[in-house]
């Protein structure tokens, strides 16, 4: 069998701690292989290694049959292979064709001709289906696009073989659509994809392979038209995973969250939240369905004292928390896992330990007078870190270090064990695998059957179907459906989502 590559043993050790156990990998020309793992099995780290971005302790890697090594990412381009990060490696500040021709400039008499480098991405971006304006700013462009600029960066470069890390994290329904189909157009050109990924539904649809790894050891390579996604999720994580929300009846009682008339604008100055009503009340999950751009993010901003409001009001269990600033809002009773844990849940160059009471240092026992108190500090992180399933070589290992789900459970420990009457959730399952998801799910179905408020924020439509009692569609910054799960289906919801009415018999659309 003919491979373009072959990782073949690869042990990848870090401070002692082994990433990658001696796994072995064989990509065939043309096919889409899928790398599957939990959060933090070493999926990454692997495609990081052929990437040049680290050097293994031990094992060989064959390009077309040929041993090489692979010193830096160069090196990797020049062998024909490209990364798609999870992370976008973009400068804002830039134009699409500046960012894709950087380190690679076209010049002319000695400067750089934008104009020619500008034909040669929209020619690149139409054979493969990748339309973007070579002259719009990063910064200006939707997430979907910064992918597609990454994607044209490596076509950029001659790549021959690709390696798209998790894509899908960060993408809308509809994105992930477009990007399922430009890698199959991508193929259809004689390309050959690595897709790391622990979304089970999209390596069912796309992949021709998949290699499990699982806690850094290689548990093997199935062909996926031969297998189902328990099997693959049963190879993952060791066990058999239950894909149904597992929860009795809601209880609804007293209003906790109480919001009228609420309007938000964004950094831009445009009112994104528009007129907002909405009640959540103990011993229920409401979730929110919306297109992304809707105003979700600015309203739970809002609510949580991370962006001002423009006028409405907030109450929590009747008390008005309009306005206030984040450590007012949280010890009114909120706990707020955020939609960036990077941006506004983790100070990542903290230690794991430290993180675990940003919400309450100035407290008595983590501190005294105005002096910090390590030994509380880190024996609170250790009781949370068994407690949450934190999975982390010990409480003093950097935020950073840590693989997206760990981080995850590390900011829900933080958030829930602060008992708050309402717990704000957004996007709290994105780019996690199978296993953490089941236990986030199961964390905010406790704390709504401990009697808490939930407010759940998220653009995985199954999500919200399987977690949510009811759930409020948002669109252009109004709620303008709360709909019963149980009596409603995607399409409808998708319907509302892009604005539809809903129009039958009987219905009600109280909030």
């Given amino acids: 069998m003919d491979y373009v590559i072959e990782m073949l043993n690869i042990r990848k050790e870090f401070n002692g701690f082994v990433a990658n156990d001696n796994i072995t990998l064989q990509l065939k020309k043309g096919e889409i292989h899928a790398l599957l793992g939990e959060n933090g099995a070493g999926k ?39 990364m798609v990060h999870q992370h976008f490696m973009l400068v804002d500040v830039f134009t699409v064709t500046e960012n894709i021709i950087l380190g690679r400039e076209i010049t002319s008499k000695g400067s ?7 034909q040669e991405v929209r020619k690149i971006s139409e054979r ?53 189909q430009i890698m199959k157009t991508l193929i259809n050109e004689g390309k050959s994809i690595v897709l790391i990924t622990h979304k089970l539904k999209e390596i069912m649809e796309v992949a021709d392979r998949c290699t499990v790894i699982r806690k850094g050891k290689g548990i093997g390579t199935v062909n996926v038209s031969e297998t189902n996604p328990d099997e693959l999720a049963r190879m993952m994580v060791g066990h058999d995973v239950v894909f149904k929300v597992d929860k009795k009846p809601a209880n609804p009682q007293q209003s906790v969250l109480d919001v009228k008339d609420f309007v938000v604008k964004d950094s831009r100055g445009v009112t994104v939240v528009n007129g907002l009503d909405l009640t ?33 009001s907030v109450k929590l269990n009747g008390k008005d928390i309009f306005n206030l600033t984040p450590r007012k809002v949280k010890e009114s009773g909120v706990g707020h896992i955020p939609q960036d844990r990077h941006k506004h849940g983790l100070v990542l160059n903290f230690p794991i330990g430290e993180n675990m009471v940003l919400q309450n240092y100035y407290k008595e026992p983590f501190s005294k007078r105005g ?45 829930v064990n602060d008992n708050p009457d309402l717990l704000i959730a957004a996007q ?72 539809s009415s809903r129009k039958k018999a009987g219905e009600s659309t109280n909030v």
Wanted: charged share 25%.
């Fill in 371 to 415: 002096i910090l108190n390590f030994k509380a500090i880190y024996q609170q992180a250790r009781k949370l870190i068994d407690e949450f399933d934190v999975r982390t070589p010990s409480e003093y290992v950097l935020a950073r270090a840590l693989s997206g789900g760990n981080q995850q459970k590390a900011i829900i420990g933080r958030e």
């Fill in 112 to 118: 750089i001709d934008i104009k020619k480098a500008e």
């Fill in 428 to 499: 709290p399952t994105r780019g996690l695998d199978v296993g953490a998801i089941e236990f986030i799910h199961k964390r905010l179905i406790e704390q709504r059957d401990n009697g808490k408020a939930v407010l759940l924020v998220s653009f995985e439509l199954d999500e919200i179907m399987n977690v949510s009692d009811r759930i409020a569609v948002i669109y252009e910054g109004k709620i303008v459906a709360v709909v019963d799960p149980k009596e409603t289906d995607e399409q409808e919801l998708g319907l509302l989502m892009a604005g």
């Fill in 280 to 312: 959540v009340r103990a011993g229920e999950i409401v979730g929110i369905a919306g297109v992304d751009g809707n105003g979700q993010s600015e309203f739970l901003e809002a609510i949580t004292g991370l962006r001002k409001a423009e006028s409405g």
């Fill in 44 to 82: 990454s780290t692997l495609m990081n290694v052929l990437f040049g971005l680290y050097q293994p302790e031990q094992g060989e890697i064959r390009v077309k049959g040929k041993p090489v090594k692979i010193t830096d990412p160069n090196v990797a381009n020049d062998l024909g292979i490209g």
């Fill in 128 to 180: 493969y289906g990748l339309a973007v304006d070579p002259q719009a700013k990063i910064s200006d462009i939707s997430v979907g696009m910064q992918q597609r600029v990454e994607i044209l960066k490596t076509l950029y470069r001659g790549a021959e073989i690709l390696i798209f890390d998790e894509p899908t994290a960060v993408l809308t329904p509809q994105e992930i659509k477009e990007l399922i």
